[in-house]
């Protein structure tokens, strides 16, 4: 069974313990402003183009079949319309500017990979991590994939957003050993303005995982302006509290990169802020969450 992937990461430290494998996926049903993996949303493979490698040497432009591209003497133009995403181009770059997000791999070639941390797995209590883009947007692969790893005796995680029949989370739930579970926003109606969705599905979702005994770990992006208030801060702390199986919370502090990305793809995310968060600022959200539970509270 084959799976859209778009990166495989090894030595990560921040998906999940020990050191981890994360395996991305793409398709995604929300469109955070903040997006940091905004390559994911699309379930298509996509064209990404690093313009600070681009020496307009004009390879491109022969190789495609559609004429995507177009050069002027200080400026390439894709059509991102017209793109097939053949990877033509890809090949013919002589400075490795044009990549393409998104191979189809099978089952056992992405656990080549994983296996390859095996050991560092062992000492460091780590294993593989699913992520994306929702990984439940290519629910089978993901079931084989959680399945086969399984088999093989690594732990597991999966990072979700949450948006997904609950059907689906019960037919994985043995061999997940964390879920990392996103919560963006605590209010309905602005969850809905900064991600597309409302969060009654993915608040029922979580009690629900919570409910069959499965470990989670609550994921936090705290974005300064959009969901930084200390009334959303709170919502987390009492959210945790209400949890029987939760193991910690991370708060994912927002940072550019995401805006940046969004670029190479020819897309403008709407959250555009280039600014890093602070560590002050990190830390103050920690000690605000921290001091209003007994879960640990961590920078994701
Ligand atoms: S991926 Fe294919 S269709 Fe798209 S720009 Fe490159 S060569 Fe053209
Ligand atoms: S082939 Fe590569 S370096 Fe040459 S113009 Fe195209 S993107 Fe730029
Ligand atoms: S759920 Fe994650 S991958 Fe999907 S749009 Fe939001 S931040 Fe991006």
């Known amino acids: 069974m084959k799976g859209l992937i778009f990166a495989i990461e090894r030595c990560s430290l921040h998906d999940g313990p020990g050191l981890r494998t994360t395996v991305f996926l793409k398709g995604c049903p929300l469109h955070c402003h903040w997006c940091h993996n905004p390559e994911s949303q699309s379930s298509y493979p996509e064209l990404y183009f690093l313009h600070e490698k681009c020496t307009l040497c004009g390879a491109c432009v022969k190789a495609c079949p559609k004429k995507c591209h177009s050069l002027s003497v200080s400026n390439h133009d894709i059509n991102r319309v017209l793109c097939a995403a053949c990877g033509c181009c890809v090949s013919a770059c002589p400075n490795s500017a044009l990549e393409l997000k998104g191979n189809q791999m099978d089952v056992w070639e992405v656990l080549e990979e994983v296996e390859k941390d095996r050991d560092f797995y062992v000492e460091s209590g780590g294993g593989m991590t699913i992520s994306g883009g929702e990984p439940m947007m290519q629910y089978e692969f993901t079931a084989e994939l959680l399945a086969q790893s399984k088999k093989r005796g690594l732990h597991n995680c999966i990072e979700t957003s ?6 689906r989370y019960l037919k994985i739930r043995d061999d997940v050993d964390i879920f990392l579970y996103d919560i963006k926003e605590s209010d309905p109606k602005r969850h809905l ?29 705290i974005i300064p302006g959009l969901n930084d208030r200390e009334s959303h801060l709170e919502e987390i702390a009492k959210l945790a509290g209400k949890l029987k199986n939760i193991v910690e919370i991370n708060v994912m502090p927002y940072h550019p990169m995401g805006k940046a990305k969004s670029g190479r793809i020819g897309k403008k995310q709407p959250h555009e802020s280039n600014d890093f968060t602070e560590n002050e600022k990190v830390e103050k959200w920690i000690g605000f969450i921290g001091v209003r539970t007994t879960v640990p509270v961590k920078k994701g």
């Open 162 to 167: 949450g948006f997904a029949p609950m059907e």
């Open 193 to 221: 303005k900064y991600t597309g969705v409302d969060n009654r599905q993915i608040m029922e979702n979580l009690f629900e995982i919570d409910k069959m005994g499965s470990k989670s770990i609550l994921r936090c992006p």
